[in-house]
């Protein structure tokens, strides 16, 4: 029985050659698809995110707002190479300068009033 299985799948080769480029890249075209769709869905967007935080790192100073990636929002005090000091309502926390996961939008001060007319 599993000799007839085994025919149907295929015919042997002609004389023991070997396989030829072409039958070769059919086999492995698959597998070389799959890499190519994992690149472009997973892999490229998640080394431009990496990038795009590393950055943001790097461009840290003192006054702005940030959200830790604990959910902590707070104003950074101070700042170093791997280290920060974040004061969020009455408390100041030292972090590291990794943890923090993103920039908050810089508040504006006072906000415009809007005046009503009668």
């Known amino acids: 029985m599993f000799e007839s299985v085994a025919f149907a799948m295929g015919t042997p ?3 023991g050659a070997p396989a030829s480029g072409t039958d070769m890249l059919m ?3 698959p597998l070389i698809l799959m890499f190519v769709i994992f690149w472009f869905l997973l892999i490229r967007p998640q080394q431009k995110r990496a990038k795009a935080h590393k950055q943001m790192l790097s461009e840290l100073k003192r006054g702005d707002h940030v959200l830790t990636s604990s959910g902590l ?3 950074i005090l101070e700042i170093d190479d791997e280290q920060v000091l974040l ?3 009455d408390a ?3 972090i590291s300068r990794a ?3 993103g920039l908050l939008p810089a508040k504006g001060g006072k906000e415009a009033k809007t005046e ?3």
């Open 13 to 15: 080769q002609a004389g």
């Open 27 to 29: 086999q492995f075209l």
């Open 73 to 75: 929002i707070g104003r």
């Open 87 to 89: 004061e969020s309502g």
């Open 92 to 94: 100041k926390l030292r």
């Open 99 to 101: 943890a923090i996961g």
């Open 116 to 118: 009503e007319k009668k």
